[in-house]
């Protein structure tokens, strides 16, 4: 709980510890009511730091201290002083060994940060600073010292025991208790620790290095899942390889590991050889499991091992250095997704992710850069900017070197700082050196917060074949610095000019053709100045300009396309991402009319020009299936919201629902063609990218079907339902039916969720896509329903991933439920919020966000939103976690 004033803590303060631990021996006792951990740490004055008479200050809490001993002499009382959040002894030698003594309550501990129970197991989660919850110590990450830990427990309920490492002793003791010693080599700061007992069950393997090593893998499960860890561990193997062959990293130690757990405030976690995941993000199976589903393990399980090397073997200096580890670990997953299945599918997917979400928080009142200047509580930015919009910074970089040069600097990056702590500055420093380029002003990227806007304006002179193209960019104020003060920020825009017949060949004046590509018909601009116009020559025709193709930087571009011009970068252009991006933009401004009639109450006949760029699409058997998806899918609620001034909430969703209603209507044939093309075919269950586009297509037609007017859809859906042999179908089917507002579906669906609870009730993560079927139900009385899922056995508040499925998935993607003009959804959340305060207070500041954002809404709900966040301002032990992001949205 926080102290009488939230202390913000700068960047600009950062300071080299006083003291170094070189060895950190931990002993901990489990038993049902009291945990002991004793502690033996081998610390020295930092010869780097000025003040030689420091008192050596370490961090502890939640935590009772029972003996201190320095060097085997027991401390006095009078000889330390203890606080809530430390304990500080002003007399030490220049090295020694410290001794502490404490006692904590795992079972009692809600937060799940530091050591506690999840089920029948214990487990740790130390990212960022939950190491102070196990014992004092310097819990800093620049601080990195070399652990042994012994677990004592019982041995019939806690027959596994796990820490970071190798097992280097284990045995049996009186009175049924056992132990087991790991031994880490690599030194590591104290966020990597991680320690787990539990009655588990394994699924084994083994995979061979590149040297011939060969590294024993272990995925620990509850042994209801062993039947869900196949996956996983393809992917590991995958992942292990893959960081071989394209940035030329080894596994260092002999043994991997990871350990699933039910209660889990993220997704997982990269601890030293002991990965520690929710079970979201590691079970999979097909019957249990959606192709998102197993997408997100093989990224999620990537991401963690990949870590190895960005983030544990070069750790970061402090952390504000976050996005250093996660950038380049999110960038390094994405390109590892892309190559396992299909490239342009996983570049949309994060693409559509960034411009809603991260944009969105960009513009609001908890925007920072992707390098935080300061923070209240480090838990509040593991964000969007530093996570995603990170990794499209390291992305960028990737562009302006090229694939060759960014690997050498990679290289060099993890040569200069293995086994250190390193900043931002080191990776671009690494990076400027391997490639010769200067990246000075590139660095901008990580001190401004904000969405840069380019604007761009084109002309064409027939008798010279000359055009131009005039770029200009600003950024908006974010809540650091006003769009006055901010720099041009150095902007890679990747383009192509369209003819009539195709791709045209680039010459820019000035410069050398680009032979990356052989015809010529890609090129990186550099948009370095708030303005600059780049001319093209021997252009035979006026081209289509085809901007920002990759989505090469994570800014706005707005060119005045016309809708022809949209349709034909979305037939023509040989970039996937691009003609999805166009076909986004003509549905973005045929919905916009669409809610210009929705509000003057007039009716609203869909374009044209969209329904039949979809018959086109849905008719060309030549094209990917996946791409064809990807088109059909409208642009969601969220993110029209995010493109609106002030949103309108009632205008966007009936208004998106009309052009979905119409287009089904006026495409019926061509849906149920397609839908039934690709259904019943008894093909075996795959997960390739092939299988999982004609899944997500036959589904998407589904749901164009179901709410558009053929009488056989209801049908069809209710076939699938039954029929399905995965949950992709299963629960695609379930939420259609959910959410169809026909007169026969309300009883089919009410049947459907019944005897899908039934049959599903023993696999929570099923029961959790049950919840989120029912969240996002748009139809009337949502809040109703969502409460009254809120007292179904099914649902336990002290589990995060519950929360998320039933709260989050409604207060985020239900806008016309949660934002009912009457006020209940936001007094909902703040209950929800006061709540969850008490007892996680991570997932209580997480659970905020869609109240924050109440300045893009009408005056009616922002007075409503901001007296929900006063409500829950006023509440008398608010967390930091909480008060952070309240106070800050109340600014
Ligand atoms: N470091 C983890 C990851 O990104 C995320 C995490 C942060 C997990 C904090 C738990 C707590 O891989
Ligand atoms: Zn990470």
Known sequence: MKDAQPKTIYLKDYRSPDFL??????????TDDVTCVTATLQVRRNPATENKQAPLVLNGQDMILKDVSIDGCPVQNSQYVLSPETLTINEVPDAFALKTVCEIKPQENTSLEGLYRSRTMYCTQCEAEGFRKITYYLDRPDVLSEFTTTIVADKAQFPVLLSNGNL?????????????????????????????????????????????????????????????CDHAMASLKNAMRWDEEVYGREYDLDIFMIVAVDDFNMGAMENKGLNIFNTSCVLAKPETT????????????????????????????????????????????????????SRTVKRVEDVSLLRTLQFAEDAGPMAHPVRPPSFIEISNFYTLTVYEKGAEVVRMIHTLLGAEKFRQGSDLYFERHDGEAATIENFVAAMEDASGRDLSQFTRWYSQAGTPRITAKDSYDEASGIYQLTLTQSCPDTPEATTEEKQPFHIPVAIGLLGDAGNLAIHLQG????????????????????EQTFSFEKLPERPIPVLL????????????????????????????????????????????????????????????LLAEAYRTILNDSSLDQAMVALMLQLPSEAYLSEIADVVDVEAIHFARQDVRKQLAVALEAELLHTYNSLT?????????????????????????????????ALALAQQQLQSATNMTDEISALSVLVNSDSEAAPAMAQQALADFFTRWQHEALVVNQWLVAQANCVLPEGLERVKTLMQHEAFDIKNPNKVRSLIGAFCNNNAINFHH??????????????????????????????????????????????????RILAEPALSKDVYEVVSKSLK
């Open 549 to 608: 193709r990759g989505f090469s930087a994570p800014v706005k571009l707005e060119f005045d396309y016309s809708r022809e011009q949209l349709t034909a970068i979305m037939s023509r252009d040989d970039d996937g991402y691009s003609r999805w991006d166009a076909c986004q933009k003509l549905a973005v401004a045929v919905i916009h009319d669409a809610m210009q009639a929705y509000r003057s109450g007039q009716p609203y006949i869909v374009d044209t």
């Open 511 to 530: 410069t050398e053709p680009d032979h990356d590509t052989p015809d010529n018909t890609h090129k990186v601009l550099e948009l370095t100045q708030a």
């Open 821 to 870: 003009a009457d006020g209940a959804g936001y007094e909902f959340l703040a209950d929800q919020i006061i709540t969850l305060n008490e007892l996680n207070p991570q997932i209580a500041a997480r659970q905020l966000t869609p109240l924050t954002k109440w300045r893009k809404y009408d005056e009616s709900r922002q007075a409503l939103m901001c007296k929900a966040l006063e």
């Open 168 to 228: 280097i002793d284990k045995g049996e003791l009186d009175n049924g208790q056992h132990f087991a010693s790991w031994h880490d080599p690599f030194k590591k700061p104290a966020y990597l620790f991680a320690l787990v007992a539990g009655d588990l069950s394994v699924i084994e393997d083994t995979f061979v290095t590149c040297s011939n090593r060969t590294i024993d893998l272990k995925i620990f499960v509850e042994e209801k899942d062993l039947d869900k």
């Open 290 to 341: 959606t192709d998102m589903g197993f997408q997100r393990v093989e990224g999620v399980v990537a991401h963690e091992y990949f870590h190895n090397w960005s983030g544990n073997r070069v750790t970061c200096r402090d952390w504000f250095q976050l996005s250093l580890k996660e950038g380049f670990t999110v960038f390094r997953d994405a390109e590892f997704s892309a190559d396992m299945g």
């Open 680 to 712: 019943g075919k008894d093909k075996p269950f795959s997960t390739s990218a092939e299988a999982v586009a004609e899944r997500s297509l036959k589904n998407i037609a589904l749901s164009y079907l179901v709410h558009g007017e053929a009488s056989s």
């Open 21 to 30: 631990i070189d060895k950190t021996d931990l002993h901990v006792v489990l």
